[in-house]
């Protein structure tokens, strides 16, 4: 703790994963005098260096790059790149820790990292942003590599970055691999990567939804965020049968009382994706909306809240909200979206709760299906990726439940998330001695 006190979020998430680990490993000979935690949540290696880059007026602008390289005892480090102005060592090693029990529980062989920069792409033109992206990576080339370290994208990083980044690496390296997830499908990409991660976390929720019986039919869901995880979280709760009422944005949130249905989606879409604009716009375009300015939508009633925007957006009281409005399941699409004070509400709650490690796995899961399909130089059709997803998330769930499971029957998913992720990782670690 005191090594690293001026990393709240990283002490946030190693805190949650000790609180159930540690118990575990005290009832298992093992990991006895093994020292597997302290060994974990010291990254295998932290790399910073300077990005500079020129503005479209010829100003030069100097922004902090990183690569967290935290684990690769089961496979090459894989993990997002963030590009947004709160990027720090303290965020990215929370983000590459829970990456590495992310990334076991998908069952594929991948090692845990994360990296980025402070950079922020609000209001950069296509130029500049291709500008830093090459800046970016003429240094992080040297330390990536198909079988070592294979970068995705996360906030601020989508097609468009991951498009500039893999032409900067092909030309500086003259090999086309599959270094990068989240390709275009022209030059290596998978289907269904985009969809991934919203898609998987309603998949996982459906698993829990179904212990009870119960499903997305009919019910209201709040969705925050508005980029890539939260969009497809959206459609896919749509599809089934669910009426979404809210999206999100850094400035706010729009409540449309008549559901966010498929047109009003690619509208959404565009406007985000394209026009790169507010989520407020939505309200002066769909009467049936209103925008609530600076707040988070979890004072609105729903059945089910997916968090899809960033770390910590979703606290203590805005849980005891969402609770007293009747909410049974909350699903994180976004890494640690909900403050440990709102963790426990839901558990005393013994409501359904997912934390992001397993429930938004299914993104970096299929970036590991897209790397299989490089090695194989192969293309999976839309069908048997989206197969592959919901099988995984049906497999980590399965995972939470053996490990979750209390005497009363509730599952208390974050233990059974964190021990599943644990046991693949620490047994490869004692498995190849003191390194
Ligand atoms: P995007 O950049 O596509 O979208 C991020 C969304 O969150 C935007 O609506 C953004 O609003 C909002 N947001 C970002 N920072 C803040 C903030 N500080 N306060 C309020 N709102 C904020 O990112 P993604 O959708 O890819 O990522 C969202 C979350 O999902 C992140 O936690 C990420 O780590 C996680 N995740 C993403 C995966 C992926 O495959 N992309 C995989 C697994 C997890 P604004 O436009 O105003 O900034």
Request: net charge negative.
């Amino acid at each position: 703790k005191a090594r690293n006190s001026h990393e709240p979020e990283f002490l946030q998430a190693v805190q949650e994963v000790a609180e159930t680990v540690i118990p575990y490993i005290a009832t298992k000979d093992i990991y006895n005098g093994k020292n597997i935690l302290l060994r974990m949540v010291e990254p295998e290696r932290a790399i910073t260096f300077r990005v500079p880059w020129v503005d479209d007026k010829g100003e030069i602008h100097v922004n902090r790059g990183y690569r967290i390289q935290m684990n690769s005892a089961i496979g090459p480090y894989k993990g997002g790149l963030r590009f947004h102005p709160t990027v720090n060592m303290s965020i990215l090693k929370f983000l590459a820790f829970e990456q590495v029990f992310k990334n076991s529980l998908t069952t594929l062989p991948m090692g845990g990292g994360k990296g980025g920069s402070d950079f922020d792409p609000k209001g950069k033109s296509d130029d500049e942003i291709m500008r830093f992206c090459h800046s970016f990576m003429s240094e992080l080339f040297r330390h990536i590599g198909a079988n070592t370290d294979v970068p995705a994208g996360d906030i601020g990083v989508g097609g468009r970055e991951i498009g500039f980044l893999f032409g900067m690496y092909r030309k500086l390296r003259n090999e086309f691999t599959g270094v990068l997830t989240g390709k275009g499908l022209s030059w290596g990409g998978s289907l269904i990567r985009p969809e991934a991660t919203g898609y998987g976390n309603v998949y996982f929720a459906q698993n829990m939804l179904k212990t009870k019986g119960d499903s997305f039919e009919g019910k209201i869901i709040t969705v925050s965020g508005s980029g890539n995880v939260a969009q497809f979280a959206a459609e896919k709760a749509t599809e089934l049968g669910a009426k979404v009422v809210t999206l999100s944005d850094s400035s706010g949130y729009i409540y449309d009382k008549d559901g966010i249905d498929a047109e009003k989606l690619s509208f959404v879409m565009e406007l985000k994706n394209v026009k790169r604009g507010r989520i407020s716009e939505y309200a002066s375009k769909y009467p049936s909306a209103e925008f609530h300015e600076g707040k988070t939508p979890w004072e609105v009633k729903c059945d089910i809240a997916l968090p899809c925007a960033t770390q910590n957006e979703l606290d203590g009281d805005d849980a005891q909200k969402l609770i007293a409005n009747g909410c049974v399941c909350v699903s994180e699409g976004a890494n640690m979206p909900s403050t440990p004070e709102a963790i426990l509400a839901f558990h005393k709650a013994k409501i359904f709760f997912a934390p992001g490690k397993a429930s938004n796995a299914g993104g970096v899961a299929t970036s590991g299906l897209e790397m299989t399909q490089n090695s194989l130089r192969y293309n999976w059709t839309r069908e048997e990726v989206d197969a592959k997803l919901k099988q995984i998330m049906e497999d980590i769930h399965t995972a939470c439940l053996e490990y979750g499971t209390d005497d009363n029957g509730y599952v208390d998913y974050v233990k059974g998330a964190n021990i599943a992720g644990f046991v693949k990782v620490a047994d490869a670690m004692i498995a190849q001695g003191v390194v």
